[in-house]
């Protein structure tokens, strides 16, 4: 156990670390970049921080190679790595570790609803204009995303003059509608005709639907409102599921080639073992961030069995 809590300890540290330096890093160069624009000073600073989160929150598992990258330096340093070879089995080894990587997996698995939040905090720091005429409602579902443009909006004497509204699937439009005859009934905004636009061809709509069921959230001085259809954590989907048991996998496999017995001797090329894991993280970026229509599942599956092949080789190596 005393082993078991100084890797612990060790790997806190490492982490830690490695997450200061990187976000001083970001938090630079965002700052840099940020200077030349006319905001209030306070507003930089803070944007900058924003910024440097949500850029490690895209590559999560950058920051955990980088991690073991500097334990395995500590251990090598003192040839403490010689003793947990000596002590602990490799089995022993991985179930050390194996909480880790189960917490970086959720983590990396749910990392967009970390990435929307710090977009959406973004969002508000520019909501503060107090004469907004145009108000954007972007709404967001598990289907779709709307953008519902209103423009010369008055609230008081009721009266929009024009109604602009787009959806959109991942990064292309699906369908759109505009109008330019909307009233405000019972608290909703309802647009009397409209044009629709979809499928490549208009069709004019000579029929009332309601745009907003409600118009509260557009009372205020922002400029962007958000609603969206809460995103849950582990949600029990074949793609978060599928992503979980990877990423478990990935982590571990990680761990065991920045950790294998060639690493003891101080003198072993520790190069080889660094570029073996940034090819693996590489996968594992190009795999989770394309979207194919037609074998879609197979893919997923493919890349999980190709991970635990890889890990069963390191592992029986060892």
Known sequence: M??????????????????????????????????????????????????AFQIISYVPSLIIILTIVLLVIFFRSKNELIIFKEYLSVKVIILVFLPISIIFSAFTVNKDIIIDGIENKKLDLFNSNNNQKVKLVISENKEFKSFTILKDLDLINSSVSKYQKYYSDKD???????????????????AKEYTLFKDNSFQNISQEKIILPSIENLIG???????????????????STNGIIFFVIFY???????????????KANFFIPVMYSLLLLVYSLIIFNIDIKLFNKEMYIFATLFILLSFYKFYKYE
């Open 252 to 266: 571990i496999s990680i761990f065991l080639i920045l950790f294998s017995k060639n690493i003891v001797d101080r």
């Open 221 to 239: 001085d922002k400029f962007i409102t958000k609603t969206r259809v809460d995103k849950k954590l582990f949600n029990l989907n074949f793609k």
């Open 172 to 190: 292309s439009i699906i369908s759109g509608e505009f109008s330019n005859y909307i009233d405000l009934k019972d608290n909703k905004l309802v």
């Open 2 to 51: 005393t082993l078991v809590n100084y890797f612990y300890k060790k790997f806190v540290l490492s982490f830690l670390i490695c997450l200061g330096s990187s976000l001083t890093i970001f938090y630079i160069f965002s700052l840099l970049g940020n200077l030349g624009e006319k905001h209030a000073f306070s507003l930089i600073l803070y944007l900058s921080l924003l910024n």
